[in-house]
């Protein structure tokens, strides 16, 4: 049963920073205040989320008028997207299966390096792509170079329109995952508005296709909030399908079943994510197992990349004036092997904790460790926190902290790229370094304040506001006698 009206937690009365600016339109809501019959707490996360999105698209308007082909423009605009790139890199202009093993095909075009749930996606997308742009011919294009199709009008029409569609894509599986998150704790919806007004969805969400992923999560932490544990598993499955980190969250169910004692629950998440992880895979594989293998083996391969501390300690060892690079596979051992220690840490602090910690709490600290610690660190995967973020933390003023260090990130990365930001002398660019630090020191904030929440549960707003009815009781009765 959903929570009659005067039981939602009003941010104005719940959260600091929300009251205070609630002074300048006319302070907290009171216990007589009305409520509008239509615009329910949801309704308006859903109308934020919309216009956040809008805006986000806006934010992406220059590279679009000239479809990406300023190489500066990308940079200094900040409105860089991997989508028109890999449109044409990756044959979606003429409609080629991503795990096709054609020779021509292969010839002509690299593999998809992204899971099988985005290639479905960005595949899909290219129909419908090709399809709104009247089913151009092919024939011709398979006769000219990449380069020379590339470059024509007709499939830089292509590039726009299958941004245009993978933005209202994006927008869908936004709304979805605010109304999930808006519907984990009914008595505090408020909580996903911290999703939909969030800088880090308008700036990054149409970089990658991580929204794919982000709804797959939002979908679990709602289905497992609502006792339904295969449904959980299941989603956890389909967005490891999409990305690797949901698969994190099966450590946070872990815990908190050796805590109730709920084997039965951890066996039907597990076999609903294996089972839909397996099934979304098998069409990949049937088609195209050398292919399907190259998103594993092209991240196992790769070294020190944008955004991850390995770089920052890579690059500095190198000024010193001796050549320097980790190996890839130095960087893997170091990489799991820390955040390896770090699930350690999480599983003996959910064990540990005065009560059950919730599922978001825990994941949220999971995925931190696997960024924190990950060679690779994209200004997009700030969305995988996002939805464990709102709910683990459900405060204004450490939110607003973590998502600066993101936003100044987010400027950074495309000047660093865009060599706005490189010395007079030469070399790497120290500001870069500082913004990369900055971005791990606001996150591990974040993280602090999660596990104070966890082994201090009376500052868990969530646990605070779940105690205030049976307050508000107690002191009624104390009135009473």
């Not at 959260?15 to 302070?27: F, H, K, Y």
């Not at 900040?78 to 990756?90: A, F, Q, V």
């Not at 066996?267 to 099934?279: F, N, S």
Request: include cysteine.
């Amino acid at each position: 049963m959903p929570p009659a009206r005067g039981d939602w937690v009003d941010p104005t009365t719940d959260d600091p920073v929300v009251t205070a600016l609630s002074e300048g339109v006319g302070g907290p809501v009171g216990t007589r205040a009305g409520r509008h019959p239509w615009w329910t707490p949801v309704r308006v996360v859903l109308a934020l989320t919309a216009i956040c999105l809008s805006l986000g698209m806006w934010q992406k308007t220059n590279c679009y008028e000239d479809t990406w082909q300023d190489g500066d423009a990308r940079y200094s605009h900040m409105c860089y997207s991997d989508l028109p790139y890999l449109y044409t890199g990756r044959g979606f202009a003429e409609l080629s299966w991503p795990y096709s093993d054609d020779a021509q095909t292969r010839a002509r075009y690299e593999v998809m390096e992204y899971p099988v749930g985005i290639a479905y996606w960005a595949y899909g997308a290219a129909w419908v792509t090709h399809w709104l742009n009247g089913s151009p011919d092919l024939e011709s294009r398979y006769g000219q170079s990449v380069g020379e199709m590339s470059a024509t009008d007709s499939v830089h029409r292509e590039m726009r329109i299958f941004v245009a569609v993978n933005a209202i894509g994006f927008a869908v599986l936004a709304l979805l995952a605010a109304w999930f998150l808006s519907g984990v704790n009914p008595r505090r919806p408020w909580d996903a508005a911290a999703f939909a007004l969030s800088p880090a969805l308008l700036l990054t969400g149409l970089v990658n296709w991580d929204l794919v992923a982000v709804v797959c999560v939002a979908g679990a932490l709602w289905a497992w909030a609502r006792g339904r544990p295969l449904l959980t598993g299941v989603l956890i499955g389909l967005g490891t399908a999409a990305k690797l980190y949901p698969l994190f969250l099966l450590g946070g169910v872990l815990i908190i079943c050796l805590r109730r004692r709920r084997p039965r629950d951890l066996g039907l998440v597990t076999l609903g994510a294996a089972g839909a992880w397996v099934l979304a895979n098998l069409p990949a594989y049937l088609s195209g197992p050398a292919e399907w293998k190259v998103f594993w083996t092209f991240n196992s391969e790769r070294g020190a990349d944008l955004g991850s501390v390995w770089l920052v300690v890579q690059q500095a060892l190198e000024r010193t004036g001796d050549p320097f690079s980790f190996a890839p596979h130095t960087i893997n051992v170091g990489s799991w092997l820390f955040f390896g220690v770090w699930c350690v840490g999480v599983l003996l602090l959910g064990l540990a904790s005065p009560s059950t910690p919730r599922l978001a709490q825990l994941g949220f600290l999971v995925v931190a460790g696997f960024l924190l610690v990950n060679k690779v660190y994209s200004p997009q995967y700030v969305l995988w926190l996002l939805p464990l973020a709102v709910l683990a933390r459900p405060r204004w003023r450490d939110l607003v902290i973590w998502q600066a260090g993101e936003v100044l990130y987010f400027a950074a990365v495309w000047w660093y790229l865009g060599n706005f930001l490189a010395p007079g002398g030469g070399g790497d660019s120290g500001f870069y370094w500082v913004a990369i630090l900055v971005r791990m020191a606001a996150e591990l904030w974040l993280v602090a304040m999660v596990v104070r929440d966890i082994l201090l549960p009376r500052h868990d707003p969530v646990r605070a506001a779940a105690l205030e009815p049976q307050l508000r009781t107690i002191r009624s009765k104390a009135v009473a006698v």
